[in-house]
């Protein structure tokens, strides 16, 4: 919705297009976008506060659309490897974030559109969002997990920088020690702990995380032996359509469902059947019964 005129309301659709909208009439002022066969449905639409741009997130693509040139698109990133779910900007519109299924935020200077920070999620993200005051970020994962995460303030930042500065000017090394830990190196006593500031937080170091098998086997180009990973018992929906909607977008869905006899194609047909009355899969469940079909 507008934010200055609420009567204008901005969505995107699975038909790939976004509409423009004005309630007093009920009829779309602007069509952007392009609704032919194979273009990547619409995930997320984000207008700036000013209502002269928008935003649309189309699988791995974000687009910025010109409302007052009519519609025209000035951009088109790239920056994800799979679909982008959900956008959202800071507190004054100087940052916007993306979320996709690549459980990869991406933040970028809307001045500019390069990505300035990039951060790693446990789980494909589904939805985000960020406090008015910047400090916090949440985010909703398809394995149902609501992560909040707290950025520094300005103002401790500010601390922790004129620390490090009056550290610098005075030389005091046994102070610096204290704040940041002796290094390995120095130590001439293995028995001794490093000290550290009794306020910092403790973080475990990240490991990389190991591909799944139907991720591997798509980096292989093996289609088919990917959708065969996914149709084990236990399968997730969100699982199986997102392998389904990476396959459209790669534009191998037909290699995939290619020489399967009636066997193979039985637990293809039970995951449709099954979720294409859901009004998240009932699209896509649709076009892969057109192939099949």
């Known amino acids: 919705m507008s934010n200055i005129n609420p009567s204008l309301i901005l969505t995107g659709s699975y038909d790939s297009t976004l509409r423009l909208f004005d309630a007093r009439t009920g009829a779309a002022e602007m069509v952007m976008g392009s609704a032919e066969k194979g273009q990547a449905p619409v995930e997320d639409v984000l207008l700036f506060p000013s209502d002269t741009l928008a935003l649309s997130s189309s699988g ?24 982008i779910t959900c956008m959202t900007f800071n507190g004054n519109a100087s940052r916007l974030l993306t979320g996709g299924l690549d459980q990869m935020v991406k933040v970028y200077d809307v001045s500019s559109y390069r990505v300035v920070h990039t951060m790693r999620y446990s789980a494909p993200l589904l939805c985000l969002a960020m406090s008015p005051d910047d400090t916090h970020i949440a985010a909703g994962m398809s394995d149902g997990t609501l992560s909040v995460r707290r950025r520094n303030t300005s103002e401790e930042e500010a601390q922790a920088a004129a620390a490090r500065k009056e550290v610098a000017r005075t030389g005091d090394f046994e102070s610096m020690l204290e704040k940041i830990g002796e ?100 699209p896509l469940a649709c076009e892969v019964a057109g192939v099949l079909l």
């Open 60 to 83: 791995p693509i974000l687009r910025i659309w010109d409302l007052v040139a009519g519609g025209r698109c000035l951009r088109a990133l790239s920056n994800h490897q799979k679909t």
């Open 183 to 282: 290094p390995e190196y120095l130590s001439q006593r293995p028995a001794t702990k490093p000290k550290g500031d009794p306020d910092e937080a403790k973080l475990a170091k990240e490991h990389r995380q190991k591909l799944t098998e139907y991720d591997q086997l798509l980096k292989q180009f093996k289609y088919g032996e990917a959708l065969d990973a996914v149709l084990v018992p236990g399968t997730s929906a969100v699982t199986f359509f997102s392998l389904l909607q990476e396959l459209v977008y790669r534009e191998g869905l037909r290699a995939a469902l290619s020489g399967r006899d009636d066997v193979l194609l039985e637990p293809v047909l039970q995951m449709l059947t099954k979720y294409i009355a859901d009004t998240r899969w009932g």
